[in-house]
């Protein structure tokens, strides 16, 4: 770590240097401020070679973000594969319901990126803004009235006058702010993989829900589907490892054959899932943000978007105190972004958990239900609202 760095008192410092803390770190520097990031593991270089298996939908909120922050085009000009519909259909029967960019008079739903990618490049544009990224570990936290001390690896030290945990699910910084945790252990596992299906995969995004957990099949640029199949632990360990033959023969009847016959096409990692939502996304001059302040389950894929739109509206604050000339960082700043942020991502942590409650029950009223709850929202005005909140396009 550069002794400039050590020596002044920064605006803020933002630890964690995955997609949401570089694009808030991204967004502070373009707007004047001294911010510094904080990573105890670097990432390794993306290659285009090696597709990483986690990837998102992104949407079109995040995706404004990232080209407010002059990210976008660089990915998408890496890989980034547009998706134009959307189909989620209930293994116990009834209508699907599907999204249509066409129907909906826009020109996408969003994109499907690779974690890897975007990190990649949300880092080379933070070194070419100048952002320093140090490599250590968090290990304590001395606060004052008005600035703090992060306490790091190698007896090194960093003031600011803020800091933002960003640094996922087992936050350090959380940890050290002293913020709680309210979390449920699915006792289940998200099985991902690359496949080649039968027939194409028409940019088309689709999710069956089955007793077990839902199954969402992602296309991608290179014509094959990313997979996310939420499973019981044990089923989850078994696919895992089962050969190959007969878990394309699980999988594709798992996918009631919507892309013909899947062949697995990559190695399979299976990670546990859970819903953890932070007490408070504040305490003093600490905040958090992405998934040290809320994981949800991947049955949305809205996980990474609701990161990204912590860093979006943590800027918006940042962009309205510049104009009405007040400090860009503050209490009032902070605190009115914690309350609405931590509300939002709370009802959405719960909402997903209710889904996944709703569609796991076998019971006779539960299908009933479900099936009447797809058929209205197919219908054009509720069709539209859903698509909006999933969009970012309501808040």
């Given at each position: 770590?550069?002794?400039?760095?050590?020596?002044?008192?920064?605006d803020?410092?933002?630890?964690?240097?995955?997609?949401?803390?570089?694009?808030?770190?991204?967004?502070l520097?373009?707007?004047?401020?001294?911010?510094?990031?904080?990573?105890?593991?670097?990432?390794?270089a993306?290659?285009?070679?090696?597709?990483?298996?986690?990837?998102?939908?992104?949407?079109?909120?995040?995706?404004?973000?990232?080209?407010?922050?002059?990210?976008?085009?660089?990915?998408r000009?890496?890989?980034?594969?547009?998706?134009?519909?959307?189909?989620?259909?209930?293994a116990?029967?009834?209508?699907?319901?599907?999204?249509?960019?066409?129907?909906?008079g826009?020109?996408?739903?969003?994109?499907?990126?690779?974690?890897?990618?975007?990190?990649?490049?949300?880092?080379?544009?933070?070194?070419?803004?100048?952002?320093?990224?140090?490599?250590?570990?968090?290990?304590?936290?001395?606060t004052?009235?008005?600035?703090?001390?992060?306490?790091?690896?190698?007896?090194?030290?960093v003031?600011?006058?803020?800091?933002?945990?960003?640094?996922?699910?087992?936050?350090?910084?959380?940890?050290?702010a002293?913020?709680?945790?309210?979390?449920?252990?699915?006792?289940?596992?998200?099985?991902?993989?690359?496949?080649r299906?039968?027939?194409?995969?028409?940019?088309?995004?689709w999710?069956?829900?089955?007793?077990?957990?839902?199954l969402?099949?992602?296309p991608?640029?290179?014509?094959?589907?990313?997979?996310?199949?939420?499973?019981?632990?044990?089923?989850a360990?078994r696919?895992?490892?089962?050969?190959?033959?007969?878990?394309?023969?699980?999988?594709?009847?798992?996918?009631?054959r919507?892309?013909?016959?899947?062949?697995?096409?990559?190695?399979?990692?299976?990670?546990?899932?859970k819903?953890?939502?932070?007490?408070?996304?504040?305490?003093?001059?600490?905040?958090?943000?992405?998934?040290?302040?809320?994981?949800?389950?991947?049955?949305?894929?809205?996980?990474?978007?609701?990161?990204?739109?912590?860093?979006?509206?943590?800027?918006?604050?940042v962009?309205?105190?510049?104009?009405?000339?007040r400090?860009?960082?503050?209490?009032?700043?902070?605190?009115r972004?914690?309350?609405?942020?931590?509300?939002?991502?709370?009802?959405?942590?719960?909402?997903?958990?209710?889904?996944?409650?709703?569609?796991?029950?076998?019971?006779?009223?539960a299908?009933?239900?479900?099936?009447?709850?797809?058929?209205?929202?197919n219908?054009?005005?509720?069709?539209?609202r859903l698509?909006?909140?999933?969009?970012g396009?309501?808040?």
């Amino acid at each position: 770590m550069s002794t400039s760095i050590e020596r002044r008192r920064l605006d803020a410092v933002v630890v964690g240097a995955g997609i949401v803390g570089s694009a808030l770190a991204l967004g502070l520097k373009r707007r004047g401020l001294d911010v510094a990031v904080v990573e105890s593991t670097p990432a390794a270089a993306w290659r285009v070679d090696a597709p990483d298996l986690r990837v998102y939908a992104i949407a079109p909120d995040s995706e404004a973000l990232l080209a407010a922050l002059e990210v976008w085009p660089a990915v998408r000009a890496a890989r980034a594969q547009p998706y134009a519909a959307m189909q989620v259909w209930d293994a116990g029967g009834g209508a699907p319901l599907r999204f249509d960019a066409q129907a909906l008079g826009v020109p996408r739903l969003g994109h499907i990126v690779e974690h890897g990618l975007l990190i990649d490049r949300l880092q080379a544009a933070l070194a070419a803004a100048g952002v320093p990224i140090v490599n250590a570990a968090v290990e304590g936290i001395d606060t004052g009235d008005d600035e703090l001390a992060l306490r790091l690896s190698g007896e090194r030290r960093v003031r600011a006058s803020w800091a933002f945990g960003a640094d996922g699910a087992s936050s350090a910084v959380r940890g050290y702010a002293g913020i709680a945790v309210e979390s449920r252990d699915y006792g289940a596992k998200g099985l991902v993989a690359y496949l080649r299906g039968e027939r194409p995969h028409e940019a088309t995004c689709w999710q069956r829900f089955l007793p077990t957990g839902p199954l969402a099949l992602l296309p991608c640029a290179d014509g094959r589907v990313s997979i996310v199949w939420s499973l019981p632990d044990d089923e989850a360990e078994r696919l895992s490892d089962v050969p190959e033959a007969p878990f394309n023969a699980e999988i594709t009847r798992a996918s009631d054959r919507v892309l013909g016959d899947l062949r697995l096409d990559s190695p399979r990692v299976a990670f546990p899932l859970k819903r953890q939502i932070a007490a408070r996304m504040r305490e003093g001059r600490v905040a958090l943000l992405g998934d040290a302040a809320h994981v949800v389950h991947p049955l949305a894929g809205q996980g990474v978007n609701l990161g990204l739109r912590d860093a979006g509206e943590l800027l918006a604050g940042v962009d309205a105190a510049l104009e009405q000339r007040r400090a860009p960082l503050s209490e009032s700043v902070l605190s009115r972004w914690a309350r609405r942020r931590h509300s939002e991502n709370t009802l959405a942590a719960h909402a997903f958990d209710a889904i996944d409650r709703v569609y796991s029950n076998v019971s006779m009223p539960a299908v009933a239900l479900r099936g009447w709850a797809l058929a209205a929202a197919n219908l054009p005005p509720i069709n539209r609202r859903l698509w909006a909140q999933a969009a970012g396009a309501m808040r």
